[in-house]
């Protein structure tokens, strides 16, 4: 009818009396059938679970030193295959996979559940100091049955999750559908991993997350809302933020930056989806993806209506590239700015002030109409006729004029749209005689 067990401790890991695998206070089994290979039961509650996983160094598990040694002999092969009919049917009856069908699990916890990895350095710990689990209507013999849970917990560093939704656990394709937050979780608690796997250490970052996870039929359509604040990470050395940035598919770093808020938050809508019944089918390589997409498309929302125009001639830009904006044009032979180059500053002005770590470069550029309205003697008279040659005075007021540009420019928005000046770096003019080329100031992230 029922089952009680108190305080049970098992798999013990070194001399002191706490220090063990698993254990709990109470579990108590509320009317309990097992009959044919089925067994029922009404309700199980666990109190007070304590558990503890750990890899070895090198990445084996250290529960494997408990498990029983497999040996079998070839006579015990040719035994089994030469076995008589009715042991054969006797066979098949044990092999009858056992039926579970659990009406309620309630498991209550104000102990450490850890996840310990010893195949980083230093070691990676991470786990639960407190777990509330409600699950109902588990039957295994019913695969398509839906199967409803609730849970919350709280991390070892202060963090909670709440989930709560249903799945069908049995079922040949995985499915379930969940909503639940992720409040305060503490990323720095992931820099073993992350050293390990992609030669970068995260010096600072909380992560709050609303997750609405779905799957049909082992088909993932799930969405996670990030918002991480003060997210900072470091590369170990040059190679490894260079294959990082290759992988990501843009400038990691120079992302993050730009896409920080006043407050030095970043804000992420994550799709995640693909085939979770697949073996081969990797949770972290899908989030990988999408949020390297989900950043492209926040930067092309967020930047397009700022003159965000091109980079390297590409439509729009190549985030692999650097980010520039559309040139500010001057009148041939002028570097006086325009009411339309005062409206394309103050776009400017609002994108500097949102992203408050963004920097720009202002470089100013002369062209040949430049040239040839400060020289008109110069300009020929056939329009496909080279650029003409440049004495050393002419060249010398040709880069005055592009450089009072790009200081026109800065000292309008330091002057009156209030931006530091520190945020704002000239370069050296240029001359260029290309037929496209620019008459008056990049602008470059």
């Not at 063990?20 to 009317?31: E, N, V």
């Not at 659990?102 to 990895?117: P, S």
């Not at 470069?361 to 003409?388: I, Q, V």
Request: aromatic fraction near 6%.
């Amino acid at each position: 009818g029922k089952i009680e067990l108190d305080k049970l401790a098992a798999l013990q890991r070194g001399q002191k009396d706490d220090d063990y695998t698993l254990g709990f206070d109470t579990l108590d089994i509320q009317d309990v059938q097992y009959l044919d290979r089925g067994l029922n039961v009404d309700t199980i509650k666990l109190d007070q679970l304590q558990l503890l996983v750990s890899k070895n160094t090198d990445g084996s598990w250290e529960y494997n030193k408990w498990l029983p040694e497999q040996s079998k002999t070839d006579s015990d092969e040719n035994a089994r295959n030469s076995s008589t009919s009715a042991s054969s049917d006797a066979d098949d009856k044990q092999a009858k996979p056992l039926a579970i069908a659990l009406n309620r699990l309630d498991i209550n916890t104000d102990k450490k559940l850890l996840f310990i990895d010893n195949s980083t350095q230093p070691p990676m710990h991470i786990g639960l100091q407190k777990l509330d689990l409600d699950l109902q209507h588990l039957y295994s013999s019913k695969p398509d049955s839906d199967t409803r849970f609730k849970l919350f917990a709280k991390t070892t560093r202060h963090g909670t999750i709440e989930l709560a939704g249903i799945a069908r656990p049995f079922a040949r394709k995985i499915s379930f559908d969940a909503e639940g937050k992720l409040k305060g979780f503490d990323l720095r608690a992931a820099t073993p991993a992350t050293k390990k796997a992609i030669g970068h250490i995260i010096q600072s970052g909380q992560m709050d997350a609303d997750l609405k996870l779905l799957a049909v039929d082992g088909k993932l359509n799930s969405n996670i809302s990030l918002a991480l604040y003060q997210f900072h990470i470091k590369a170990l050395n040059k190679k490894d933020a260079e294959e990082l940035d290759k992988k990501f598919g843009m400038p990691l770093n120079k992302t993050l930056v730009l896409l920080r808020n006043k407050d030095g938050s970043i804000h992420l809508d994550i799709p995640i989806t693909g085939d979770v019944s697949n073996p081969n089918f990797n949770p972290t390589d899908a989030i990988f993806k999408a949020t390297s997409k989900a950043a492209a498309v926040t930067l092309i929302t967020f930047y397009t209506p700022y003159g965000l125009a091109y980079a390297g001639g590409n439509i729009l830009f190549d985030l692999a590239t650097a980010l520039n904006f559309e040139p500010i044009s001057f009148a041939p032979g002028s570097a006086e700015l325009t009411d339309d180059n005062t409206a394309q500053l103050d776009k400017l002005s609002e994108l500097l002030t949102a992203k408050p770590g963004v920097h720009l470069t202002l470089c100013g550029a002369t062209s040949n109409a430049d040239t040839y309205a400060l020289f008109p003697d110069l300009k020929p008279g056939k329009a496909d006729a080279p650029a003409p040659a440049l004495s050393a005075e002419q060249r010398a007021a040709l880069e005055q004029l592009a450089r009072q540009r790009q200081i026109n420019s800065k000292n309008y928005l330091v002057k009156e749209k209030g931006i530091e000046h520190d945020r704002l770096i000239l370069c050296a003019p240029e001359h260029n005689t290309d037929k496209d080329a620019v008459s008056g100031v990049e602008i470059i992230i």
